[in-house]
C-alpha cells in the first residue's frame, strides 16, 4: 500500500493513513486501498480491534483531496462519493470495534471518517468540521447522514451550514467524541481501551454492535426484536457458558469466541 500502513500486534490492527505532504487527505487512491485493507481486515480472527489514525502530529485526515474534486464532472464526484461509502460503511459494520484515534485536523472526509468508527479518542489538538459548503459542495462522505445522528440535528445543521471549525473539547461536549486526552497519550489511550475491549466475548461484543448499528435505523419495537435475536445467539456460544459460570464460580472468565 502506497498510503498505508498497517501493524497487527496483540490481536489490535492500528491503520494509519500516511500522505503527510497532503494533510493526509482522501484522495481515490487512498480510499480504494482503505476499502481492501478493511476487507482483508475483517476476514482476520487474529485482530479483533482496529485502531485508526493519521500519520504525523498535524493532521489525522484533512479532508478529501480538493485538488482531485476541483474539475471532477457531477458524475465524477458521484463516484468518488460511492467510493468512500463503500470504504466507510465497511469500516461501519465489520466485525471488529474500530477506534478513531484523532490527531490534529479531521476536516471534511476526516470527519466523516472518523465517525464511521464505533468510538472517537481525540488529542488536544484536534480539530473538527465540515467546511464543504464553503467549497459549493456539501458533505458527501456520509456527514449530512452520520454527523445528525451523533450529535443532534440542530448542531449538525449548525456546523454544516456555517462550516464552523471546533476544537476537542467543544466536540467532546457535543458527543463527537468518547474522550479527550494529551496528543502525547493518543494512542496509548486507545490500546488501552482496546485491551479493556479484549477482555470481553469477541463474539457477543460484535452481536452488541451489529444491534446497536441496525437498531438506529429502525422504530423501537422492531430494534427490540433484533436485538432478542442476538441475544438468542449469545445463548449457543462457549462464551456465555464460560463466562456465567465463572461468575458463579468467582474466578476470572476465559473468553474465547469471536
Known sequence: MENLRLEVAEQIALVTIDRPRALNALNSATLRELNDCLRELEQRKDVRVILLTGGGEKSFVAGADISEMVNATPAEGRAMALLADEAFCRLENMPQVTIAAVNGYA????????????????????????????????????????????????????????????????????????????????????????????????????????????????????????????????????????????????????????
Open 107 to 258: 476536516l471534511g472526509g476526516g470527519c466523516e471518517i472518523a465517525m464511521a468508527c464505533d468510538i472517537r479518542i481525540a488529542s488536544e489538538n484536534a480539530k473538527f468540521a465540515q467546511p464543504e459548503c464553503g467549497l459549493g459542495i456539501l458533505p458527501g462522505f456520509g456527514g449530512t447522514q452520520r454527523l445528525a445522528r451523533l450529535v443532534g440535528k440542530g448542531r449538525a445543521k449548525e456546523l454544516i451550514f456555517t462550516c464552523d471549525r471546533i476544537d476537542a473539547q467543544e466536540a467532546w461536549r457535543i458527543g463527537l467524541v468518547n474522550k479527550v486526552v494529551p496528543q502525547a497519550e493518543l494512542l496509548d489511550a486507545c490500546r488501552a481501551m482496546a485491551r479493556r475491549i479484549l477482555k470481553n466475548g469477541g463474539y457477543a461484543v460484535t452481536l452488541a454492535k451489529q444491534a446497536i448499528n441496525a437498531g438506529l435505523d429502525t422504530d423501537l419495537a422492531n430494534g427490540l426484536k433484533m436485538e432478542a435475536d442476538a441475544f438468542a445467539l449469545s445463548f449457543s456460544t462457549h462464551d456465555k457458558k464460560e463466562g456465567m459460570t465463572a461468575f458463579l464460580e468467582k474466578r476470572p472468565a476465559e473468553l474465547t469466541d469471536f
